[in-house]
């Protein structure tokens, strides 16, 4: 399938950036910083530095006038930052949303007074209709609201859902019924029953998650928040224990002075986390944003973050593991005929034959043996396959072909007066035990040979599973087929355990067993028998092209419809903790240095022996000072796109990635603001200098 | 060090180790219900304490229940202490007469028991009589030690038990902690310590002449002093169940300095061993309790390293002296303070080993150890006291800690944070940060509290750095509920006797509220199985983590009070006063 990738603009957009300067200065009112207590504690402290330099502008106050200013700027900067990082990361939503909306304009339908008559019909606003009504759509007209095809077919365009320009199939019954709002109708008319009122459908949905209104935390979210928040507190308790242990001390030891407000203030912000604070709502957003770029929909964050911890995963067979019809493989002849002749024959009971394995029959022996036919040849009898004969093929010049299931085959040729050929039994259970149908191939009375029928599991489909099972998940492959089959296609496919002759009560119960063992499990579904389980799942995959049931008991819907996305979606679940865990450890091992920079520089003057912990080296209490504010900024701004677009992730055992990333960001997060606040320092030197230069006569 | 230090120390942890498997097995049988070596002798025991109290063994509380009762029983605890203080002149076995205790340190004295602190605000032989030291004061000892072992039991359960709001009867935990586990090792122990010369007696004050009568300055001119006034008492009893249960408050007020209470360097080693041995033993407790000895023995390492290096700090510390010291000619490091009997290493050992646990008794004088020797007592009372810790307290610290550990690190891997199976969720997360910083956030808002209180400022026997370092000593050790004193501070001083007891209740039942809040949630989870994508928290990578973490937060906590209080006093001292 060709994709357009929906709203590829880069993040870093001219645009993108300046609509979020704007939103990013809305942020900064304490109503809506509330929900960051950490920023909003960050806000406060600045609001004291600024009083505090109103204050040194009209009074004489502790520090200098310049360096409260300073300060207080750059504290400003730091909440705004915040915002700007957190603005950023909406704002490519809401263009995508925009674009949502316009598809929702102004849609009028042709409500039905009942559902068999196509003929009466009013003409309504879409935001009349309501669950259970019926409506006409013929081809050109957009579908007014979610709901179900009750009768007819049509191929409809989900582009503006989707973002697939490649039209879909639509039709009632089954598991392609269902239909989304603000899709297209581009041929055939169709009924369709509206299943959701307006307000609640998809698009209106999807409109909301996009534009991250209905954003809530996510418990991890809300657990990491406990810790920052406890952090914080603590931080605010260690300033404010600095007060009067500072006065005490600048008084016994009869030099310098208690450490002013402003210090204070700047130490605050400096130790509390705010590198991650300022990028928490950032990291979950973006987060949601790439599993749309996927084309994936979560219905809410917990569900992304839940595919993380995935232990189990559940995929239908067909069309995840294998494509999903069976392909002719091999002819196998009884004992005493050639290869080709089984094939001449299979070639003429499938001439007529218009199924995805009847044509793979006809593609094989033409690939075989260069045996071309189309069409039905002329003067044959075509016999389809019907319920009582289990048989179909053709006759031609007044012998039949016929190809099906051996007893069926061995009746047909009985009663034309045909034997049993010694080696049928062994070659049919030959085929069925490596996980394939025979097909039993005859020729009038004569059975010729059988013909292999596999499943086809899908290229590449064993390294994902390995990658799956190296991150810890295991794979329960659900299918219909018998247990011998099943365990040779599993065995094929390398999936970890299988369900054989599933039924939909089956796939619940194995569900509810691995929940009780405490193990998370995610499942993929499209039909409507797959709702209940979906319901139960603790992550629920819903294929676009399902039903509307299976659709409203997952959490989660790919557009794509293609199964094998939930390793994207575990990845990107994944990716959300890591991100997350990372900055923090990184917020928290940058405090040393910060503490190295401030506390010599503000108790030096009390105590200056204390000047031996400037490790550093920075040039002056106020150079280090500030250093330390500026780099407690500048650090966010940097690590956006990390936040973004989410720590690097490879699947690896979980103690070697914990090594890893302790390394990376803990390790990292001690030494690179050493590294950072002395070359701020060296800068601010050269700046001071120049300035002095300038001024001095 | 030289041969016989390293000797000592290594057999006292040769001992402790060979100690820990069959007590930890012991106490994990006693708090499961079954039957041990002691059972014939005290089911009856156990029987009739629950036929008098009407509680039905077999009934068990969620959380809330656990909780009530822990807190009622110790507020019980505490208003009886609180009486018998303020009641001590109408009592018997008080051979000397001596007064009521004034509310306000009766207040303190009763906290502090009650909570596993034993701060002492009075001098044990000049303020409290024989039925005082006994029957208030010893009972509490062993009572608030089974009260924070019960607590650690209940979360222990918290992580063992599946879908379940129960997690224990704390009458029966109390009780059987005090039968079975704290009373027949107290018994062993006193009569070891006996046979060392630590005196048992009811006998009356003994005077004795001096060989050499000496002249002192007193307020009204000068006196020759010709006797001197030995105290006597049932000293044994108590010293035992003193270090064995973390309690830490001495019969006299040198506490273990002194020659009745610590004779020989071999009581010294008892004594040592004795407050190690619970909390060290718990680990293994934990492990066999939540199915899996290596997650113990994890713990039990930390604690180890952070023992080991606190001990080789202080040591250093003491033997390098100062430069005043050295300036006077005095080698042979620092021993102002300490006891000749014992020396550096083994002195250095006991404060190691006094504060890491919370029993705060100490067998040299801690305002005089050298700055930074002063520091290391100080951090590891500020670290939360989780090198083995108090009995009980110490492991729910380090569970605590373990479960941030653990959340930080399982989002670094990509998964909802777990601990031995149970999901870490935003009530752990709470509870472990009350947990973790409850008692920091005392010494932090206290501290300042006092600084800005000329009163209190005033109290200091040293100005400068070091009478900061007093002032921050004192609430940490209250806080932490250790209960050692850096000395030189007047802690009789309403001022601290009242902050002191506030401190030390929230220290104290804050976190075993908090605590038992997370058991009993844990309780409920259902059991998560380990797969290749769960961090093991048994192995290298997770523990040198856990020390990260609580190093880490204890030092983001407490840098800049450490660098007014020690570092500056040890920088300033370099250079000379």
């Known amino acids: ?697 | 060090m030289d041969l016989l230090a390293w000797l000592q120390t290594g057999l006292l942890f040769g001992v402790l180790l060979l100690a820990i498997k069959p007590l930890g097995a012991y106490m994990a049988k006693v708090y499961g219900g079954q039957r041990t070596l002691l059972s014939p002798l005290l089911i009856p025991c156990e029987q009739l304490l629950y036929r008098v109290g009407g509680v039905d063994a077999d009934e068990e509380m969620g959380w809330q229940q656990y909780a009530v009762a822990m807190l009622l029983f110790n507020l019980a605890g505490l208003a009886m202490l609180f009486t018998l203080l303020c009641l001590q002149h109408l009592l018997p076995l008080n051979p000397r007469n001596l007064p009521p205790f004034t509310w306000q340190l009766a207040f303190n004295t009763a906290a502090s028991f009650v909570t596993n602190t034993n701060w002492q605000a009075y001098g044990g032989e000049t303020a409290a009589s024989y039925f005082i030291q006994m029957a208030g004061l010893t009972v509490q000892n062993f009572v608030a030690a089974a009260s924070g072992m019960a607590v650690a039991i209940a979360l222990i359960r918290g992580f063992a038990r599946r879908r379940t709001a129960l997690i224990g009867n704390f009458w029966v935990d109390v009780s059987r902690g005090v039968l079975y586990i704290l009373l027949p090792i107290s018994l062993l122990a006193a009569l070891a310590l006996v046979s060392q010369g630590v005196i048992q007696n009811f006998a009356p004050y003994r005077s004795v002449p001096l060989l050499q009568p000496s002249a002192v300055d007193t307020p009204l001119g000068q006196a020759t002093v010709t006797e001197a006034i030995l105290p006597m008492g049932p000293v044994a009893s108590q010293e035992a169940i003193k270090m064995l249960g973390t309690n830490g408050g001495g019969f006299f007020n040198a506490n273990s300095t002194h020659p009745f209470e610590n004779p020989t360097p071999l009581s010294h080693f008892l004594e040592i061993l004795l407050m190690l041995l619970i909390p060290a033993a718990f680990t293994h407790t934990f492990g066999l309790m939540v199915g899996n000895s290596r997650q113990g023995w994890t713990l039990l390492t930390i604690m180890l390293l952070l023992l080991a290096t606190a001990f080789l700090l202080l040591y250093r510390a003491e033997v390098a002296g100062t430069a005043p010291l050295a300036r006077a000619g005095i080698a042979g490091g620092n021993m102002e303070g300490k006891e000749i009997r014992f020396g550096l290493a083994a002195t250095s050992l006991f404060e190691a080993a006094t504060t890491a646990t919370s029993c705060g008794a100490v067998a040299a004088m801690h305002d005089s150890l050298t700055p930074l020797g002063g520091l290391v007592p100080l951090s590891l009372m500020l670290l939360g006291e989780v090198a083995f810790g108090g009995v009980g307290a110490g492991l729910s610290t380090m569970l605590a800690f373990a479960v941030i550990a653990v959340f930080i690190a399982g989002l670094m891997i990509g998964r909802t944070p777990e601990y031995l199976g149970k999901k870490i969720e935003v009530l752990e997360m709470w509870m472990a940060m009350v947990v973790v910083l409850a008692a920091g956030i005392v010494v932090l808002a206290f501290s300042a509290l006092a600084m800005a209180t000329p009163s209190a400022v005033a109290a200091t026997a040293n100005g400068g750095a070091h009478g900061l370092s007093e002032i921050l000593y004192a609430f940490a050790s209250m806080a932490n509920n250790n209960g050692s004193a850096f000395a030189g501070l007047n802690a009789g001083l309403d001022f601290y006797a009242l902050l002191g007891a506030v401190a030390m209740l929230i220290g104290r039942f804050v976190p075993a509220v908090a605590m038992l809040a997370m058991a009993g949630s844990l309780a409920a989870k259902k059991y998560v199985p380990p797969s290749l994508g769960t961090l093991p928290t048994d192995k290298a990578p997770f523990a040198l983590w856990l020390v990260l973490v609580i190093l880490i937060v204890g030092a983001l906590s407490f840098f800049p009070a450490l660098a007014l209080g020690p570092i500056a006093d040890h920088l300033t001292t370099v250079g000379g006063r």
């Open chain 1, 1 to 697: 399938m060709a994709h357009r990738q929906p709203a590829s603009a880069s993040i870093f957009a001219p645009g993108l950036l300046l609509d979020a300067l704007a939103e990013s200065l809305k942020k900064l009112d304490p109503r809506l910083l509330w929900r960051n207590p950490v920023m909003l504690a960050v806000e406060i402290a600045s609001a004291a530095t600024l009083a505090a330099f109103g204050y040194s502008l009209i009074g004489t106050a502790a520090e200098p006038a310049w360096f409260t200013g300073t300060v207080s700027a750059w504290l400003w900067l730091t909440v705004l930052f915040s915002t700007f990082a957190e603005a950023l990361a909406e704002g490519r939503g809401k263009a995508r949303a925009a674009s949502l909306r316009q598809a929702r304009t102004a849609v009028t339908a042709k409500r039905l007074a009942a559902p068999d008559r196509v003929d009466a019909y009013t003409v309504v606003g879409a935001e009349a209709l309501r669950r259970g009504d019926y409506i006409l759509v013929e081809p050109g007209e957009l579908i007014a609201g979610d709901g179900e095809v009750t009768a007819g077919a049509a191929l409809v365009n989900e582009a503006p859902v989707t973002g697939e320009s490649a039209p879909v199939v639509r039709e009632s019954g089954g598991d392609r019924s269902a239909v989304t709002g603000g899709t297209t109708v581009i041929a055939n008319t169709i009924v369709v029953r509206i299943t959701v009122n307006p307000g609640e459908t998809f698009l209106d949905r999807m409109i909301t998650l996009i534009e991250g209104a209905q954003r809530r935390k996510t418990p991890n979210e809300t657990a990491l928040e406990v810790l920052l928040i406890s952090l914080t507190l603590v931080f605010l308790l260690v300033c404010v224990n600095l007060g009067p242990l500072s006065a005490y001390s600048a008084a016994a030891s009869g030099q310098g002075r208690p450490v002013t407000l402003t210090v204070l203030a700047a130490l605050f912000v400096c130790l509390a986390p705010t590198t991650i604070a300022a990028l928490l709502p950032a990291i979950g957003i973006a987060g949601m944003d790439r599993l749309f770029r996927k084309n994936v929909i979560a219905l809410s964050g917990r569900a992304i973050e839940a595919a993380g911890d995935v232990n189990v995963l559940l995929l239908d067979k067909t069309g995840t593991i294998t494509h999903g019809n069976r392909e002719a493989v091999a002819f196998v002849p009884m004992a005493g005929q050639a290869e080709e002749e089984v094939a001449r024959a299979a070639l003429m009971a499938s001439l007529a034959d218009e199924t995805p394995e009847g044509r793979s029959v006809v593609g094989l022996a033409q690939q075989c043996f260069g045996l071309a036919a189309s069409g039905t040849p002329e003067g044959a009898t075509v016999v389809p396959f019907s319920a009582a004969t289990r048989l179909s093929g053709l006759d031609l010049d007044g012998m039949p072909y016929r190809k099906g299931a051996a007893d069926a085959v061995v009746a047909f040729a009985g009663g034309l007066g045909g034997s049993v050929p010694r080696d049928l039994d062994n070659k049919v259970a030959a085929i069925a035990h490596a996980g394939a149908t025979p097909l039993v191939v005859c020729r009038g009375p004569e059975i010729l040979g059988a013909v292999n029928l596999k499943d086809i599991v899908k290229s590449g489909i064993q390294e994902r599973f390995r990658k799956l099972g190296s991150m810890g998940i295991k794979t329960v492959m659900i299918t219909g087929d018998n247990p011998l089959t099943a365990a040779a296609i599993a065995a094929e496919a390398e999936v970890d355990d299988f369900l054989a002759e599933a039924r939909p009560e089956d796939k619940l119960r194995l569900i509810k067993e691995h929940q009780e063992a405490g193990l998370m499990v995610a499942m993929t579904g499209d039909g409507t028998n797959d709702a209940p389980a979906l319901a139960q799942a603790d992550v629920a995959v819903a294929m676009n092209t399902g039903t509307q049931a299976a659709r409203e008991a997952a959490n989660i819907i790919d557009l794509d419809s293609n199964p094998t996305k939930l390793l994207d979606i575990v990845e990107i679940g994944k990716q959300i903790l890591m991100t997350r865990g990372n900055l923090t450890t990184f917020s928290i091992a940058n405090d040393i240095a910060k503490y190295f920079a401030i506390v010599p520089a503000s108790l030096a003057a009390i105590y200056p022996q204390l000047g031996a912990l400037n490790v550093m080296g920075l040039a002056s209490p106020r150079s280090a000072i500030l250093s330390a504010v500026i780099f407690n900024a500048l650090i966010i701004p940097l690590l956006v796109p990390l936040a973004l677009k989410g720590t690097g992730f490879k699947p690896m055992p979980a103690e070697r990635l914990l090594i890893r990333n302790l390394l990376l960001y803990g390790v990292g997060g001690m030494v690179a603001p050493f590294v950072g606040i002395k070359a701020i320092d060296l800068g601010l030197g050269l700046l001071l200098h120049f300035l002095q230069g300038t001024v001095a006569p």
